[in-house]
């Protein structure tokens, strides 16, 4: 990891938002928690961010609006869905907003590091 | 008595007269003629016995007499004198006591014209009354001494159809209807006959007429005709299917026959015949024209629900009812299946059963309706289910993959820390606290579940389970009777009533029902019988689920798990939901096998205290 690489978790529930920081910090990658998707778009070093992890579901501003306001801003960042509740209409809104990947709630750990992997690779 | 003795007395001395007159007058010649006033004086008594004695005493005492003054010399005159005279007497007393008996007979008469109920009264020539008996004093309401004498025409103001008196004339008599009017005012119509009374000459001396009153009777037909009409109208002209039936032969076969079977049935169906039939009803079972019903009998429209249904008609006439409902089914001419609900009314006093109105009101439509009804109903359970289902199923995805994906992320991590070339214990023990505080949170959102399903819309109120069983067979009644399945219900008397949700145990009802409907309709050959019986056992009250199908085919205990299920279209979930709704009152379920084949499931229910 020669450059600096911030692995953003976005998950309104603490419990959750621990266990995937604690999984990307154990492969030794550095993460920074967000509870909401405003939290993350103030958030000062936008641009050390690699990749995004968000849950779907959350007050205030869903992932999906997420999404379309971090197009809307021309930040090239992948962005990884999780949720509990999957939907095939979300899963295609997403996808077709380029999203990188969608992943169901419990999510595979593996998995998920698997693509983030992948997202910082590009 | 007295005139009689009086009358004795007279025709004694009267005799004695005669006899003195006899010996001793010196008149020659026939004096024992005058006995022949005695004889008439001793008719006056009117006693036939006195009259013959009278007579045979005077011929006697002609014979002493003649004795007497011509024992000297008896031949000759004086003899022919003896005959002649007892000849008179003998003449007298025959024709007194005919005359006695045409006048016994005379007065036999008049004292009928009295005694009867009818109006006797003669006119004369020139109209005036002459004879009013006491059947006219009362029809008419003026007594003798007022009626008689006063012309009959100013008195009666009679009105008749047609010309009595012409007629009378011609042939002599003359009856029919005629008008008058009473004392009081009122006009009455009488039904009368007229005869003439004529001398030995021919000549009319005027007329003899008796009557009677048929006001009251005229009145009577014409109200029952009118009525008679008034029905015909409303039969015809109603827009429901209207038929009149004749049973009489039917109810012959029947009261031969002492039961009511299938076979019987059919034989009287076969003697009941259609006496008529309005334009609905030809148009309900499809034939050209009221002439193909009338004269036949229903027996070519019928169905085994229609045998059914007329066998309880049957059963209910002979019980001595005389309105009765049924619902039946016919096939009509086109091959259409018709409901119908039939009203059957026994026609004035018939005890012959030859005038039965039949009104056979089409619910086609309104079982079809209903029937669509049921079935969008059961549909949107359905959907309400899964609605809810899904709904409870998203809920229960969100909340507890959350905390599983915590644990799995945790874990995972766990082991990498611990992989590490310097395992870091301080983040798996961390790591291990939040799986422990996850594995908790789950635990909660289950008990979350499990309180809001207890709660949830359960509404307990005290419940009376004989009307429970009641309202839930109401519900089912036309799927039932769909599948031909017969419910009986029975219940202990003094039942307990139970505390609990009355849609959930009627959901219960419902799906026992549908299964025990399920499992007869699986089994064709067997009895189509299902029994519901509620009673108390202990402080529980049990409701028993029985029926004809084809029993359990598994372990009655394995019944209830959810999913299981013996039946190829079944939810499977239908038992272990009312396993759940009667376990969550308090109670508890179970099934078996009936020896007589067919199955049993019991729920019993906490009585309330």
Known sequence: MSRTCLIAIVDDDPLVRDSIDSLVRSEGLATAMFAGGHELLGFGRTDEVGCVVTDLNMPGMTGLELQGEVVKRGWQVPIIFMTAFPTPEAQAQAMAAGAMRFLAKPVDPDELLDAIAEAIAR | MRSDRSICLAALISGLTVLALDIFSPLQ??????????????????????????????????????????????????????????????????????????????????????????????????????????????????????????????LLQTQATGDPKTVIDMVGSWSGEISRVRKDGRRILLESRWLARLDHLGRETGIFETSADVTQQRA????????????????????????????????????????????????????????????????????????????????????????????????????????????????????????????????????????????????????????????????????NRA?????????????????????????????????????????????????????????????????????????????????????????????????????????????????????????????????ARKAISQAPESPRDVWIDAFRQGDMVTVEVADSGTGLLSDPREIFEPFFSSRDDGMGIGLAISRSIVEQHGGAIQAANREEGGARFRFSIPAAT
């Open chain 2, 387 to 515: 609605t809810t289902l899904g709904q409870v199923a998203a809920f229960i995805a969100h909340e507890i993959n959350q905390p599983l994906t915590a644990i799995t992320a945790f874990a995972s991590s766990g082991k990498r820390w611990l992989a590490r070339e310097a395992p870091d214990a301080v983040e798996v023990a961390d790591c291990l606290n939040k799986i422990a505080l996850s594995g908790t949170r789950a635990a909660d959102v289950v008990a979350r579940v499990r309180r809001l399903f207890r709660k949830g819309e359960s509404e307990q109120t005290e419940l009376d389970v004989q009307t429970l069983i009641r309202e839930t067979a109401g519900l089912l009644d036309l799927e039932l009777r769909e599948s031909a399945v017969t419910l009986h219900l029975s219940a202990a008397p003094d039942l307990p009533r139970i505390t609990g949700d009355r849609i959930l145990l009627q959901q219960v009802l419902v799906n026992l029902i549908l299964n």
């Open chain 2, 220 to 383: 009577e037909a014409a109200a029952r005709r009118q009525s008679e009409e008034r029905y015909h109208t409303i039969f015809h002209a109603a827009g429901l299917p209207m038929l009149e039936i004749d049973l009489s032969a039917a109810r012959a076969t029947m009261a031969q026959a002492g039961t009511v079977d299938i076979e019987v049935i059919n034989r009287v169906a076969a003697k009941a015949t259609v006496r008529d039939a309005n334009d609905a009803a030809v148009q309900l079972f499809g034939v050209a024209g009221a002439q193909g019903l009338i004269g036949h009998s229903l027996l070519r429209f019928h169905t085994p629900a229609a045998e059914q249904s007329l066998g309880r008609l049957l059963r209910a006439l002979a019980a001595g009812q005389r309105d009765i409902e049924e619902e039946a089914q016919f096939l009509t001419e086109t091959g259409a299946l018709v409901d119908v609900v039939l009203r059957l009314t026994l026609l004035e006093d018939d005890e012959s059963w030859s005038r039965l109105l039949m009104l056979a009101v089409n619910v086609t439509e309104r079982n079809r309706l209903h029937r669509r009804m049921a079935q969008a109903q059961s549909e949107l359970t359905e959907v």
């Open chain 2, 29 to 154: 010649g026939a004096v024992a003629v005058l006995y022949t006033s005695t004889v008439l004086i001793a008719s006056w008594s009117n006693r036939r016995a006195a009259t013959v004695m009278a007579g045979i005493a005077c011929s006697v005492l002609t014979f002493i007499g003649f004795l007497y003054s011509h024992w000297d010399a008896p031949f000759g005159s004086p003899a022919m004198r003896l005959g002649v005279s007892l000849f008179a007497i003998c003449m007298i007393t025959m024709l007194s006591v005919r005359h006695r008996s045409a006048r016994d007979t005379l007065a036999e008469q008049a004292r009928m014209l009295e005694l009867t109920h009818d109006t006797v009264v003669v006119r004369g020539p020139d109209d005036t009354i002459q004879y009013w008996n006491e059947g006219a004093e009362q029809l008419y309401g003026w007594t003798r001494a007022e009626a008689l004498g006063q012309s009959a025409q100013q």
